[in-house]
């Protein structure tokens, strides 16, 4: 019963706590001109990638010969390929599929990296010390080498290429999340949650996880932009998407046999990888800032 | 600090056992006969039951991973089924050039890196400390595949100041080198001027300052010393990230290094130089970052060494 009412009177306070928490953290987001220029950019290919029918201006793959190489007019805004293909168009139906790996392969890090982390870290111990010595295991493939190891066991492809680096971000989330449990688990409130006879599972995703939240985002705005670039690496090796998805690294790929004679088609969608990344990247930049109360 | 050495030493082990199984597990876990993955595209059935017998397929698989480590340990990692040359010969000829092309990336990469950090943390808010700023951001984010080829329309098709690919002279090796160590060095931007901003802050510096030394005594000999102790974590795993990141840069410069060697055997199917390729990666990385964390524990008194707990 008096757990009952302890709660009652916690659950209003926390959520008025919850919203300033979040308007502070805007506004100080708002304020970052980085940050903002970040979102810009994200919202910039996001509407991109929504509207990409309306957007494109030819079908991404229909190939016409007479147009083959064309450099960028009036009639193809950024030129052809090889195989008279639209690059515009291409690139922006592919503004689609580098998001959507960017937001899938950090989706599966978070998913199984967070659930790791947090057990390993809440639980100590043996359970603990195995499980770091797995996470250790997945480290020592640098970069995106575990991703390459994945991709070849598990063959190319658009959709393998986001496991592959979703697979590739989980130990990154297990580190992460098992360091900020290690120093959330010794607050006063968990003791109290446990005390009121919660049980593990609800501790840790009820107490203690919520507030592990801002390194998560944080991280996770970073790793949507790791994922993207080792998605386009994946495609320029001919590991990721194959012939005719318009997948940026891919394109690229694609246009360097062409390059003294047909540059824009390796120019262009290495600016379009580098803009997207640089968008989330200056976000995870301002979030980090904006979630730290030292750097407020 | 020995005893925390010998525990850092036997993690070690299992980590690299660890590796040695994902290694192993990578043919087994293909769809279809690992004898004919392993074999190769164009094997005759004659050869693929070579295969089978060489590799001890028919056997259960612990035994065959008994028989992996003995040959790893032997320095036995199986022929190549392109060239059918050893795997240790092929990665022996190709190793050195991947380490000479990681070597000067990072020189080039710490001494830019390192340098500009340095002058945007003393002249914080400046046009220099915005501008290089700004360039880490991009550096960051540029694709370094993409880097590679505009820095080869610039500097070979269009200047014709450098060769665009191929090894020879240290000409081959400048674009390489800068493209694989671009993304490195504006890391190394960022950590040391944010570092270097942080030691600035502490009282030492203050007091250093009021004792009436100059900004230079105070900034290179009492600042940077701590200031460069996080640089230096980063630029042993930023060793291992090149070495790794190099598969993407030797594609494009056609460097004959293991990182193309890599590429190529998982383009054609040459699965025992993919093994072979990916577990010298790993312990490499593996060693780095061990040396890495006895290097820090030597550079930092404050790392403790006992308990469970400590990364």
């Known amino acids: ?296 | 600090m020995y005893q925390y050495i010998a525990r850092r030493l036997l993690l070690t082990v299992p980590v690299v056992f660890g590796v040695a199984v994902i290694v192993f597990s990578i043919v087994r876990f293909l769809p279809g006969d690992p004898a004919r993955a392993i074999a190769g595209v164009q094997a005759t059935p004659e050869f693929i039951q070579q295969v089978r017998i060489r590799y001890a397929l028919d056997e259960p698989l612990h035994v065959q991973f008994g028989l992996y480590l003995r040959g790893l340990a032997r320095g036995d990692l199986g022929q190549s089924t392109f060239t059918r040359r050893p795997v240790t010969t092929e990665i022996a000829e190709r190793f050195p050039r991947t380490l000479l092309l990681a070597s000067i990336s990072l020189a080039f990469a710490t001494v830019l890196g390192v340098g500009a950090g340095i002058v945007s943390a003393t002249r914080r808010n400046s046009l220099f400390d915005n501008a290089s700023m700004f360039i880490a951001l991009v550096g960051v984010a540029a694709p370094v595949f993409w880097l590679a080829l505009m820095l080869q329309l610039l500097f070979a098709v269009q200047l014709r100041l450098l060769p665009a690919t191929g090894m020879g002279s240290w000409r081959h090796l400048v674009l390489p080198a800068v493209t694989l160590g671009s993304a490195s060095a504006a890391l190394m931007a960022r950590i040391t001027r944010s570092s270097m901003l942080e030691v600035l802050r502490l009282d030492f510096i203050t007091t250093a300052r009021a004792k009436g030394l100059t900004e230079r005594v105070v900034i290179y000999k009492h600042a940077l010393k701590n200031a460069l102790i996080p640089v230096v974590t980063v630029l042993g795993l930023q060793f291992g990230i090149l070495l790794g990141g190099a598969v993407l840069t030797e594609t494009v410069f056609a460097w004959p290094g293991v990182g193309r060697l890599l590429v190529d055997a998982i383009l054609r199917r040459d699965y025992p130089v993919v093994q072979g390729t990916v577990m010298l990666l790993a312990l490499l990385f593996v060693l780095i970052n061990l040396v890495v964390d006895i290097v820090y524990a030597f550079l930092d008194p404050r790392i403790h060494y006992q308990g469970g707990s400590e990364e």
């Open chain 1, 1 to 296: 019963m008096s757990t009952a009412t302890a709660t009652d009177t916690t659950v209003p306070k926390e959520k008025t706590k919850k919203t300033s928490e979040l308007k502070e953290v805007l506004k100080h987001l708002i304020r970052n001109r980085a940050a903002v220029a970040g979102l810009v950019i994200i919202g910039f290919f996001l509407i991109v990638a929504v509207f990409a029918p309306f957007i494109a201006t030819h079908s991404p793959t229909a190939t016409s010969l007479v147009t083959r190489l064309q450099r960028p007019s009036a009639e193809h805004l950024l030129g052809t390929d090889e195989l008279g293909r639209d690059l515009f168009s291409r690139m922006v139906f592919g503004s689609r599929i580098s998001l959507n790996i960017g937001l899938i392969s950090t989706l599966i890090g978070v998913v199984f990296g967070v659930p790791i982390g947090a057990v390993s870290g809440y639980y100590g111990g043996k359970l603990d010390i195995i499980t770091q010595r797995f996470i250790d295991i997945m480290i020592a493939f640098p970069g995106i080498l575990l991703a390459i190891v994945v991709v070849t066991v598990l063959g190319v492809g658009v959709q393998n290429v986001m496991i592959a680096t979703g697979i590739a971000s989980v130990p990154v989330y297990a580190r992460l999340v098992r360091g900020s449990v290690l120093a959330v688990k010794e607050q006063s409130y968990v003791a109290a949650a446990r005390a009121a006879g919660l049980g593990d599972f609800s501790i840790i995703f009820k107490h203690i996880l919520p507030n592990c939240l801002a390194p998560i985002i944080v991280q996770s705005t970073f790793q949507i932009a790791t994922s993207i670039l080792w998605a386009a690496g994946l495609g320029f090796l001919g590991l990721g998407a194959q012939a005719p998805t318009p997948e940026w690294g891919a394109i690229l790929s694609n246009g360097r046999a062409y390059i003294r004679t047909a540059h824009h088609l390796t120019t262009y969608p290495g600016l379009a990888i580098l803009f997207m990344v640089l968008g989330f990247n200056l976000v995870g930049d301002g979030l980090r800032d904006a979630l730290d109360p030292k750097t407020r």
